[in-house]
């Protein structure tokens, strides 16, 4: 038995003024949005912390690290929430 992965990555273009980021790269401007979304669809339950995660390109560790030093509280998954996780990452 084998499992068939594969990722779908989507670009998003976001138009910004210059001025406003003028001390950072492009690259480091959007890995800080990547994160700033993720953690703010985490916060609103659209994202599992594994997803956001995913989505910011950090481990878990960090991810939980950064959100402790934001005074940001993790959501709680019940178990139900937990398999449905686990079964959307086997799909």
């Not at 979304?37 to 916060?43: G, L």
């Not at 339950?45 to 993790?74: M, P």
Request: aromatic share 12%; hydrophobic share 50%.
């Amino acid at each position: 038995m084998f499992f068939l992965c594969y990722t779908i990555l989507m670009d998003v273009i976001i138009t910004l003024p210059p001025q406003q980021f003028m001390l950072d790269t492009p690259n480091r401007v959007a890995e800080k949005i990547k994160l700033y979304a993720a953690v703010a669809m985490y916060q609103i339950g659209e994202l599992s912390i594994g997803a956001a995660c995913e989505v910011a390109n950090v481990d878990r560790y960090w991810f939980l690290d950064f959100l402790k030093q934001h005074n940001i509280t993790l959501q709680v998954q019940t178990p139900d929430e937990l398999e449905a996780e686990f079964n959307t990452l086997l799909v």
